[in-house]
């Protein structure tokens, strides 16, 4: 009888971990949502270059931070929602679980309308029926889809955004002005600067996206039949850890690669054209069709499209998951809709609700554009608790995080809050 050794199980792991690429690929392609890029967009009409440094900025604080949202999930074998319940006050946790929902859910409306309106600028017809087509469509896959197979597509819908990375190509771009704006920018203490910075920060490190990403570690390692927590397994560390790294770095470079080039697609097309108002993802791509040309308008109308497809699915889990996690609940995108009742009906009500929501007198671009604020705001509870657990051996074992990931970490945290704190300075 062979007997398969811990050795050769991590070597197993190590040589396929391009395989199982995903987590960190996923959650910083659906960073670019349909919401993401109407603020992205405004950012860019708005202030042109100037908001550029913005993406630069976050690259390495949304890698630390992300780095450290999945090395919970994997090494505790527990989402965040999960850990808080169990190493902290009951209200903190019922504090950052609600306003977690009432965000993905205004994300989820603003979504499945732009959608819609995009259809509706590529083929006419009625955005709103659109809209619940898209919402109804994506609520089914992840319902009975397993997610395996459904992971996979997720991964293929990723590809959607290089629609934003040709868009650059097909218009006139002043690179040196480029490169001066995005290092040396002009700052401003403006309200409208302020909360835009903040709106883009909170659009960019957005808290939903922490827990989808400690969540799918978690998936991940239900998944395979030989791996286990951390915490349990320490001798499948050295494989794990460096595939969360490649996988984070490498997703948070695409999320914030397409940032870039929605503000400087827009900044140089809408912006330098005198167009300074953007409130919708569609406006943006409706703005680029006399100055850019029909390619571009359909690229850019086509990306909200696919972002969206997979964008849905990412807000409406990681509510289901913080809310199962909060409540005790079975949860896993793999397991039937039978077996994990709670689980999916969240799934199915913030997607329902946000439908809905695209019915009634609501705008849901203020609402939108408030929800990325509000974003910015809850991330920094939510840091600051991540911060904590990581460097808990209790929770991490000897696993907690190195030097250089307390730093990033921090550091992100830090400017989350001096940008929220700045904003309402400006307000008063």
Do not use: C
């Amino acid at each position: 009888m062979t007997v398969s050794s811990p050795i050769k199980a991590t070597q197993t792991t190590e040589s396929s971990w391009l395989k199982k690429l995903g987590p960190g690929l996923i959650t910083g392609a659906a960073d670019d949502d349909p919401s993401g890029i109407a603020t992205y967009s405004q950012a860019g009409a708005q202030f042109g270059f100037n908001m550029l440094w913005t993406v630069l900025f976050t690259y390495p604080l949304m890698v630390g931070i992300q780095v450290v949202s999945a090395r919970i999930g994997r090494v505790s074998g527990h989402g965040l929602a999960t850990n808080i319940r169990r190493h902290y006050p009951a209200w903190l946790l019922y504090a950052i679980v609600s306003l977690l929902l009432v965000a993905n859910t205004i994300n989820i409306a603003a979504d499945v309308s732009a959608m819609g309106e995009a259809l509706k600028l590529l083929i006419g017809g009625r955005a709103h029926w659109y809209a619940v087509g898209f919402g109804i469509i994506s609520l089914l896959l992840q319902v009975f889809v397993p997610y395996r197979r459904y992971v996979r597509l997720l991964k293929w819908l990723t590809l959607a955004l290089l629609a934003y990375v040709a868009t650059v190509f097909v218009v006139q771009i002043p690179w040196s002005q480029v490169i001066q704006k995005a290092l040396m920018p002009q700052l401003s203490w403006k309200p409208e600067y302020v909360t835009t910075v903040v709106a883009v920060f909170g659009t960019t490190i957005s808290p939903y996206l922490f827990f989808w990403q400690a969540s799918q570690e978690v998936e991940e390692m239900e998944g395979d039949p030989v791996a286990r927590p951390l915490l349990q397994a320490p001798e499948q560390a050295a494989a794990n850890m460096k595939r969360i790294k490649i996988d984070t770095y490498i997703g948070m470079a695409f999320s914030n690669l397409v940032a870039f080039f929605i503000i400087l697609t827009t900044a140089v097309t809408l912006n330098l054209h005198g167009i300074s108002e953007i409130q919708t993802s569609a406006q943006a791509a409706m703005a680029l069709r006399p100055i850019a040309g029909e390619f571009a308008f359909m690229l850019f109308s086509a990306g909200i499209i696919g972002t969206g497809l997979l964008a849905i699915p990412v807000l409406a889990g990681s509510s289901a998951y913080a809310m199962a996690g909060a409540f005790k609940w079975k949860n896993s995108l793999e397991r039937s809709p039978m077996n994990a009742k709670q689980f999916y009906a969240i799934i199915a009500l913030s997607t329902v609700i946000g439908i809905v929501l695209g019915f009634t007198a609501i705008d849901p671009i203020k609402a939108l554009y408030w929800s990325a604020v509000i974003n910015g705001v809850i991330s920094v509870p939510i840091m600051v608790v991540m911060m904590l657990m990581a460097a808990r051996s209790d929770i991490m074992g000897q696993f907690v995080i190195t030097s250089r990931l307390k730093i990033l970490g921090w550091l992100a945290s830090l400017m989350m809050a001096i940008a929220v704190v700045a904003m309402f300075a400006t307000m008063l």
